[in-house]
Structure formats: structure tokens, C-alpha cells
């Protein structure tokens, strides 16, 4: 069903009559949320001059856009040569990927980057960036997802706080130069004696077959794991996932060709303007209050005032009566007499973490309802804390929007590690949002990512709990049973066709919509943990 269009010029200037004459980190309810960062304005205009900007660090946050140069020169003019960029220092920057110009290319290799720490400039081991990331996208035949707007890219990868940059991209079919290291899945280089794992688990130990794609080392006499984290069974034969193997297959006849005009992003999410554990705000901090920002906050004024950090928990009974007045006239006479809801949890809205909200597309797009969760993972890595969830957002956000050129950030909700969940994309964290996070599903869903790589590392139980409140609420909101199935209509995809009518769980892992290893092995396990404390939080 085609999403319905509501311009945010009206809820601006309603908002804005409401809103007291004061700065608003001031005017903003509540304590502000520790470990979140407050919103930043700045001059930037989003659009097409805007997405190849290389802007100075700043309080609003920047992109380096650096284009790959050819690293091998002794192969044939013909040969598709590895590409990449020498050691340098650039401007500070968090957060890594690597874009193209044809969005429907594919990347068929291998792309590693090392990184140096501001701190202490002590450089990183060599890192996988995941390549494959078309599957997170708008639907197809959609005007976010028309051809000109949109880049081909790489997952983002949060490295920290960086001033120095390594990069190399290796066709696939293509060994790596002669002397290189191969990388762990952890960034770090093999300890001696040991055999390099690739995708994102851990160095196999001595006498153990490396694994590949995102799965977790496999044990002595076992044959390697599938990209999906799954084991082959003896005697059949074992697929690869998104990386190289450690011990390279003989080279095909010639490498598959790089996508055209490869450049490396380094982003940097901004500074944030408050005190993150006092929560004070900083001297000059203190910023006009856009029109974006208005609109965002006034997307859920029927949870929370206007220019709120945080929309706060709420019991059982208040969420009941919440969802009468939110939704009742749409409410049955049995749904009104026993209402299968949970309790609203606490949500960190974009004011809470910073969103930069001049950089996104101005209007908000929304479906009809949500009738199922599709559930995520970042594939950022894992090494950020939970008062960097933020900082790591906002990176995501730039990144999606000036790198990839989307119109807001991709995913509905995120979730750190800590379980605090965090809203996505702008609109109404109770309305039904059209996000971009399952190509071909988008319609009609929600997408609910958890920050991090969980192909081969367990979720955090605070994380998996989080996913469970937040579907327990949000599906309950539009009388979804997150233990049931539900029909979706496909808008085209690698799974299945456009136009397909699909029978899928209220709540599943991004690779049943389309063939992904996302949210990786270890988060997919939990997902029917996950749809029974979600259905016990709704009172089912």
C-alpha cells in the first residue's frame, strides 16, 4: 500500500506557538538523559551538493570524502586491480564506509581498513567492513529509492575517535598483495601461531579450520560455517560468506571488476553540547530552535512536551488509557475491553541523541499500520560503550543521509547494548513510520536494529529485553500479536517478487524478507525468546 504524505509545515507553526520563548535546552521537560547528547544545529542543507561535502570537523558533525586510488600497478591494464588508500592523517572522525556511484552495483570483494586512535596514536590491526548492504534500503519503485538520489555502499563501521585512516579493497577472485597480513574478524593482526578468522568472529585456535562470513569459529574436524552462521553438515560442501577465506582459493581466470567511483567516507557525528554526566549545558551551546527540530519534537506531543530528551516509561494501566485516546476509535469493543498492550518503555528521542535535524528531509512519510517488526543489527561493530550509543547514531544517521543519500536515517528505533532503546527515523515514535531497513518490506513494518555485529557474539540480554518492550508496546499499538504471523505484501526483492503475498512472523529477523545474514546468528537465535516475552508483556 503507498505511503501517505504529511508535510510538517503545520505542525511547525502549531508547535511553535506552544513552545515557551526560552533556549531550548532550557525549555526541555525532564532531566536530560544520561549518557545521551543534545541536539546540534547547523548551517548544512541537505541535498546533492550537500552529500559530497568534505566539511571541517564541527559541533554539527562532517564527512571526509576521499576518492580510492589503484595500490597494485604491476597488473594488466585490463585486470581489475585492488584499490585503496595509503596511510595518512585526516581531519578527526568516528565512523567508516566506502560508497559508489551505481546503487544496483554491487562490491564483490573484500574492503579492510586500519585506523589510528587520536588518543593515543596507537594504529589498529587491519578490519572487515561488511559489503553487502543493499538489502537495508528503501523499496524499489519508491522516491526514496529512485534512481540519482542513491549510492551503492558498505555497511558503516564506528572505529572511535581516529585521525588517521588505512584502506584497501581486493576484488574478489583477487589475492591480496604480496607481505600483507590478512585481518581478523576483530581488526586485530593473528597472533603468531595462529590462523586468521575472517567475517566478524574470533581467531580460530591452533589446529582449527578458520571460519568464514559471521559465524563463530568451527571445532577440529568440522567443515567451515555458511555466512549465515550455520554449520555445514559432513560431506557437503561448505559456502562462503561475505569475506575471504584465510587460506585463499586458487584465483579464477580474472577478478570481478570494483564498482566505479569508490570513495572512502570518514564521518564525524559531532560534538555534543551538553555535559554528558552532568548533563549541563555547555557555554554558547545554546542554539535558535529550527524549524526541523520543532517538527520532530511535535511528532510526539501526545507522549511527551515538546523538546523533550526522553519519552518517558509509563505502567500498564497508563499505557491502556494512552491507547485509547491514541487509537480508540479504531479499537474494537473486545480490544477496548481487554487491550493486549505493553507497557510503553522509555525512549530516547532524536532531541536525546542528537540529531542534527537539517540534514534530513523535511516532510514525513508514513503506511497505514504496523503489522509486523523486522529485527536488525547495525553490522558497526562492537566496540563502542553505551555512552557512545549516540555519538554512534548520529554517525549512522550522516552516514545514511549525506553519504548514502536517504532522506533520514534508515531504521525506526536502535537499541544499544544497555537496553535503552532510541528513536529512528523522524515522524512519531507511536505512528507508523516508513522507514528504509528491509528492502522489499518496508510498507506496513517497523525496523528495530541493535547496535553491533552478532554474527559470531552473542546480544546483550539488556538488549534482547529492550526489543521485547519496544515490540510488546509498538505492535500492541495497531492489535498485532507478536507471537503470530501475519501476510506482507513484497515490493520486490531477492526472497521474493514484487507483488508477492508473503506469510512471515510479527516479528522477524531481516533475513526472512530478504536474503541477508543480517541481524546475524547470535540476534536471530533469540528472536523466538523474543515474540514469547513480547506476547507475555502484552498480557497474552
Not at 554558547?284 to 520532530?296: C, F, I, K, R, Y
Not at 487509537?327 to 542534527?356: D, M
Not at 554512534?392 to 545514511?400: D, E
Request: glycine share 12%; charged share 20%; with cysteine.
Amino acid at each position: 500500500m503507498r505511503g501517505f504524505l504529511a508535510s510538517s509545515i503545520g505542525v511547525t507553526c502549531a508547535a511553535a506557538l506552544a513552545l515557551p520563548l526560552t533556549p531550548p535546552a532550557v525549555a526541555a521537560t525532564g532531566r536530560p538523559v544520561p549518557g545521551a547528547e543534545a541536539a546540534t544545529s547547523a548551517a548544512l542543507t541537505a541535498g546533492p551538493s550537500a552529500r559530497r561535502e568534505s566539511a571541517g570537523p564541527s559541533a554539527a558533525g562532517s564527512t571526509q570524502s576521499l576518492p580510492l586510488t589503484r595500490l597494485t600497478r604491476e597488473r594488466a591494464a585490463d585486470d581489475p586491480a585492488e584499490q585503496g588508500l595509503s596511510r595518512r592523517t585526516v581531519r578527526p572522525f568516528s565512523l567508516v564506509g566506502v560508497v559508489w556511484d551505481d546503487p544496483a552495483a554491487e562490491l564483490h570483494g573484500r574492503v579492510q581498513v586500519r585506523t589510528r586512535e587520536a588518543a593515543t596514536g596507537v594504529w589498529s590491526g587491519w578490519q572487515d567492513v561488511e559489503t553487502h548492504n543493499a538489502d537495508h534500503a528503501a523499496d524499489p519503485d519508491t522516491a526514496e529509492g529512485a534512481p540519482g538520489r542513491l549510492r551503492g555502499s558498505t555497511a558503516p563501521l564506528w572505529v572511535g575517535a581516529s585521525n588517521g585512516v588505512e584502506l584497501r579493497v581486493t576484488p574478489e577472485g583477487t589475492d591480496p598483495e604480496p607481505g600483507k597480513t590478512p585481518a581478523t574478524g576483530d581488526g586485530t593482526a593473528p597472533k603468531p601461531g595462529k590462523t586468521p578468522a575472517t567475517g566478524d568472529s574470533a581467531s580460530t585456535k591452533p589446529g582449527k579450520t578458520p571460519a568464514t562470513g559471521d559465524s563463530a569459529s568451527t571445532k577440529p574436524g568440522k567443515t567451515p560455517a555458511t555466512g549465515d552462521g550455520a554449520s555445514t553438515k559432513p560431506g557437503k560442501t561448505p559456502a562462503t560468506g561475505d569475506s575471504a577465506a584465510a587460506t585463499p582459493a586458487p584465483a579464477p581466470a580474472s577478478a570481478t571488476p570494483l564498482p566505479t567511483g569508490l570513495r572512502l567516507e570518514l564521518v564525524d557525528p559531532g560534538e555534543a553540547t551538553q555535559d554528558e554526566t552532568l548533563g549541563a549545558a555547555r557555554p554558547g551551546a545554546l542554539q535558535p530552535e529550527t524549524a526541523e527540530a520543532v517538527a520532530a519534537s511535535t511528532a510526539n506531543a501526545d507522549l511527551a512536551a515538546a523538546g523533550a530528551t526522553e519519552i518517558p516509561a509509563l505502567g500498564r494501566a497508563e499505557t491502556e488509557r494512552e491507547l485509547l485516546t491514541l487509537r480508540g476509535s479504531e479499537l474494537t469493543a473486545a480490544q477496548k475491553a481487554k487491550p493486549y498492550i505493553g507497557p510503553r518503555p522509555g525512549i530516547v528521542t532524536r532531541r536525546g541523541w542528537g540529531a542534527n535535524e537539517r540534514w534530513r528531509e523535511s516532510r514525513f512519510v508514513y503506511t497505514s499500520k504496523v503489522k509486523a517488526a523486522f529485527v536488525h543489527h547495525t553490522a558497526t561493530g562492537n566496540k563502542y560503550t553505551c555512552a557512545q550509543a549516540p555519538s554512534v547514531i548520529r554517525g549512522i544517521y550522516r552516514y545514511h543521509v549525506v553519504s548514502m543519500g536517504w532522506r533520514d536515517i534508515g531504521y525506526n528505533f536502535l537499541v544499544d547494548k544497555c537496553g535503552r532503546i532510541y528513536e529512528g527515523r523522524a515522524g512519531g515514535v507511536a505512528k507508523a513510520v516508513l522507514g528504509a531497513h528491509t528492502r522489499g518490506f518496508n510498507t506496513n513494518t517497523m525496523g528495530i536494529a541493535v547496535l553491533g555485529t552478532y554474527g559470531s557474539k552473542k546480544p546483550s540480554k539488556a538488549a534482547v529485553k529492550a526489543v521485547a518492550r519496544l515490540t510488546a508496546w509498538k505492535l500492541g499499538l495497531f492489535g498485532a500479536n507478536p507471537r503470530g504471523k501475519t501476510y506482507l505484501t513484497s515490493g520486490g526483492g531477492n526472497l521474493y517478487r514484487k507483488g508477492k503475498n508473503v506469510r512471515l512472523n510479527v516479528i522477524s529477523g531481516h533475513r526472512d524478507g530478504f536474503s541477508t545474514a543480517c541481524p546475524g546468528l547470535q540476534l536471530y537465535r533469540k528472536l523466538g525468546s523474543t515474540r514469547s516475552t513480547s506476547a507475555r508483556y502484552q498480557g497474552r
